[in-house]
Nanobody, 124 residues
Framework: QALLGESGGGSVRPGGSLRLSCAAS????????MAWFRQAPGKEREAVAA???????RFKEALKGRFTVSKDSAKNTMYLQMNSLEPEDTGMYYC??????????????????WGQGTQVTVSS
């Protein structure tokens, strides 16, 4: 069984920072693409970034510069560092994974393993 567990969400003021973690267990290993998605209230779930075992990243263009993604292979954990947070960043943040067959892209339908999500609220 594959499990993904997100943590690190919370409430911050605009301009603040948060670091989310996604711990993978079970058969999710370095052969899997991992990604962050987010879903704002009333909106579609959208991709934030994907990372492969080599650390190659694919980012939603609009978030480059404020968000960074990293991975600790020894801990089988992926991180999302979010800086200069804006109210528009509010939403549920999900970790996802799928067995890697090619590049690790941002196509939501390719990801078949999902975490429960962690809430991020940016408000003054």
């Amino acid at each position: 069984q594959a499990l993904l567990g997100e943590s690190g969400g919370g409430s911050v003021r605009p301009g603040g920072s948060l670091r989310l973690s996604c711990a993978a267990s079970g058969y999710v290993n370095s052969n899997y693409c991992m990604a962050w998605f987010r879903q704002a209230p009333g909106k579609e779930r959208e991709a934030v970034a994907a990372i492969d075992e080599h650390g190659t990243l694919r980012f939603k263009e609009a978030l480059k510069g404020r968000f960074t993604v990293s991975k600790d292979s020894a801990k089988n954990t992926m991180y999302l560092q979010m800086n200069s947070l804006e109210p528009e960043d509010t939403g549920m943040y999900y970790c996802a994974a799928h067995f890697r067959l090619g590049i690790c892209d941002l196509v939501r339908g390719r990801y078949n393993i999902w975490g429960q999500g962690t809430q991020v609220t940016v408000s003054s």
